[in-house]
């Protein structure tokens, strides 16, 4: 048989009765599926341009089908049984597919796929009508769907005229370990989608841009809960961390992360520890710029609570609290230090209650007259105006502080202890209370200081 797109031979006999059995063979160098759906109204939307041979032998409800194809969908070999008396037929069998295309089997062009792998099934077929439906478990050395890639697969499910549901699978996902115990992707607009899984070994510079991470260096391992659709994409996601990497900083166990890009700006949260931050890197790999001024230079480890929104430095909120382990900055040591956070319009404000050695404030504000080293404890609250919009200068700094110091140093006065309370605004310092004790003996003083 000889059509515009179409070449094949068919022989083999039909034996009528109840039910009509057949024998045939087919062997077809070209065949276009939509060309032949006006005999079998299956294949309309079937649209692979294929080579094929075929054997069908049985019942036409119990069909036993060889076969080898291969086209512009992907290429199949294996064996299944057809029942072509229900609508759509239905096929149960295994067969091994090799670059397999759902876009042209679907005659979809948004639901593109490349799938290479073992598959057993148990489906209604719905061939021209929609999704297949049944159970299935596939193994194979690579599977993507929707732009979704992984490696070394293994997966078992169940497909629903809703979704494909996967009841267990493991995978090598852009570098790591992937385990999922509860999983779905919709067939229909707008594809929605929920993973319950746990991820090992995850670098962030190699998973696919229509997640919204930073591509940074990281070594993340997490259980995670996510949702979200591929069509109008969104994903609103839940992380527990176990011990983990990222930017050089350590991840303590337990640390939780959320985000929800549904909302707009989007939302985030997290509650943890992070051991050992070197603020410019971070600063260089989330391009943040304030963390890269040279004043900043310095490493934090701390145990934080944080919600946020936005990701621009004009749209950015974020408030939060914490516990400062250990911070070398500023010249010296920050410790054992309650802290608050608050950013909204690029504005920071700040609480810190906790050490401090040898810290030399003219650093932080770029200012040689603020010379001094300080050890001692105090509460400092700090306003800064602008900070992640454009370099800040001491005008732009509000402090209010009370310490008690020891051995100190405020330019060239040395100090055996002071009580301190002071306030910096519009480039002044003005001192409330100010009790000393030193080489020079004891002394007071209030007021301004040039």
């Avoid at 069908?56 to 089908?65: C, D, F, R, S």
């Avoid at 397999?100 to 061939?127: K, M």
């Avoid at 992360?257 to 260089?284: A, H, M, V, Y």
């Avoid at 932080?364 to 454009?390: E, M, N, W």
């Amino acid at each position: 048989m000889r059509t515009a797109r179409s070449v094949f031979t068919l022989d083999g006999r039909v034996t009528t009765g109840n039910p009509t059995a057949l024998d045939l063979h087919v062997r077809a160098p070209r065949f276009a599926f939509q060309e032949w759906s006006g005999v079998l109204r299956g294949l309309k939307n079937i649209a692979v341009d294929a080579s094929f041979e075929t054997s069908v032998k049985g019942p036409v409800n119990q069909l036993a089908t060889d076969l080898r194809l291969a086209g512009t969908g992907g290429s199949a070999k294996g064996h299944l049984t057809l029942d072509t008396t229900v609508p759509g037929w239905h096929g149960a069998g295994a067969v091994d597919v090799e670059r397999l295309n759902l876009a042209r089997w679907l005659n979809r062009d948004d639901r593109p796929s490349d799938i290479t792998g073992h598959v057993a099934f148990n489906l209604a077929l719905e061939l021209g009508r929609r999704f297949p439906r049944g159970i299935y478990t596939f193994q194979g050395p690579h599977a993507m769907y929707m732009s979704y890639a992984a490696d070394n697969v293994r997966a078992r499910g169940q497909i629903t005229a809703a979704a494909v549901l996967v009841a267990e699978a493991d995978a090598l996902a852009y570098g790591a370990n992937v385990t999922t115990t509860k999983g779905s992707i919709g067939v229909d607009e707008p594809f929605p989608f929920r993973f319950q899984s746990t991820a090992g070994a995850v670098d962030l510079r190699r998973v696919p841009a229509t997640v919204p991470v930073p591509r940074v260096e990281s070594l993340l391992t997490f259980e995670y809960d996510v949702s979200g659709q591929f069509g109008d994409p969104f994903i609103i996601g839940h992380a527990t961390f176990a011990r983990s990497a990222f930017l050089g900083a350590t991840i303590g166990a337990g640390t939780v992360g959320s985000i929800d890009t549904r909302e707009k700006p989007l939302r985030f949260s997290g509650d943890g520890g992070i051991d050992g931050i070197n603020l410019k890197r971070f600063g260089e790999g989330l391009d943040v710029g304030w963390l890269r001024d040279p004043r900043y230079a310095g490493t934090v480890s701390w145990h934080f609570h944080m919600d946020g929104a936005g990701t621009s430095a004009a749209a950015l909120t974020l408030g939060g609290d914490g516990h400062v382990s250990i911070a070398e900055l500023f010249r010296g040591t920050l410790s054992d230090a309650d802290v608050s956070i608050d950013i909204d319009r690029s504005t920071l404000r700040a609480s810190y209650n906790g050490r401090l050695d040898d810290i030399d404030p003219a650093v932080p504000f770029a200012d040689a007259k603020l010379d001094a080293s300080l050890t001692g404890s105090g509460s400092v609250t700090a306003t800064v105006r602008d900070l992640l919009s454009r370099p800040t200068t001491l005008p732009d700094y509000d402090v209010h502080g009370t310490l008690a110091l020891r051995s100190s140093r405020v330019r060239d006065v040395r100090l055996d202890t002071a009580q301190v309370d002071a306030t910096l605004r519009d480039s002044k310092v003005v001192v409330a209370r100010l009790d000393v004790s030193g080489p020079r003996g004891p002394w007071k003083r209030h007021g301004r200081v040039r």
